[in-house]
DNA sequence: GTTCTAGAAC
DNA sequence: GTTCTAGAAC
């Protein structure tokens, strides 16, 4: 074994950051858009990536090419795209387990910039779902379902998140989203929910 | 978004 | 003593 095996050193190491030569970490799914070991879907609109940290047994975020911020730079001029963005999501999920269910949407406030659409199993058996904040962004109001979010678009010409509200959601407390039970700890909600998952 | 870890909670 | 959460990261 090498040297500095019990500790990890100090950011000295590579003079500051940890993604300094890539950009600020927000940006990364610029760069993933890219990396043929992520993509599993294109066309001329969009890219469809497997989500680095999937937070369930199939979890891919669909990308449009074109860059858009995030929800508040949405208009009816992307309705087109977002219905596509929708379609392709679906074939997608349905193509990837027959017996899976699947919710495809988007957070309320996202921490990547470029607006992407979760598609994502709803067993969340992973070893990457770990914080409340996790748990909470994917089975609170905090998930935006795309087809309301395509509605709301249709109907207001733009998508209406309360950012403050939303903060507050991710401090709820932990629920099974399946039977609503409550727990107190996320060990203990992830034990509980592999008993609603549908053997294959 | 993740990693790391202090100290709260048990 | 161990598990678990929550906030800093320049």
């Known amino acids: 074994m090498a ?44 890219v469809i990536i497997k989500d680095k940290y999937p937070k369930a047994r199939h979890h891919f975020l669909v990308m449009p090419r074109e860059s858009i911020a995030n929800l508040k730079a949405l208009d009816s001029r992307h309705l087109d ?51 409340k904040k996790h748990w909470n962004s994917f089975t609170t109001e905090y998930f935006l379902d795309s087809e309301d979010v395509i509605q709301m678009i249709e109907n207001f010409d733009a998508v209406e998140v309360n950012s403050s509200d939303s903060e507050k959601i991710l401090k709820k407390d932990l629920r099974c989203h399946k039977c609503s039970k409550e727990f107190s700890t996320m060990p203990a909600l992830k034990k509980h929910i592999v008993v609603h998952i549908a053997n294959e």
Not at 15 to 44: F, I, T, Y
Not at 84 to 106: D, I, N, P, V, W
């Open 3 to 46: 040297s500095n095996t019990s500790k990890r050193k100090s950011s000295a190491v590579n003079g500051g950051g940890p993604l300094k030569k890539s950009g600020h970490w927000s940006q990364g799914l610029k760069a993933s858009m890219d990396d043929p070991e992520l993509v599993v879907e294109e066309d001329d609109r969009l």
């Open 81 to 131: 795209l977002l219905r596509h963005m929708q379609s392709r999501g679906e074939e997608l999920a349905a193509k990837t387990s027959k017996t899976l269910q699947f919710r495809l949407g988007y957070h309320a406030i996202p921490s990547m910039s470029h607006v992407h659409m979760h598609v994502i199993s709803q067993d969340f058996d992973s070893v990457c779902l770990k914080t």
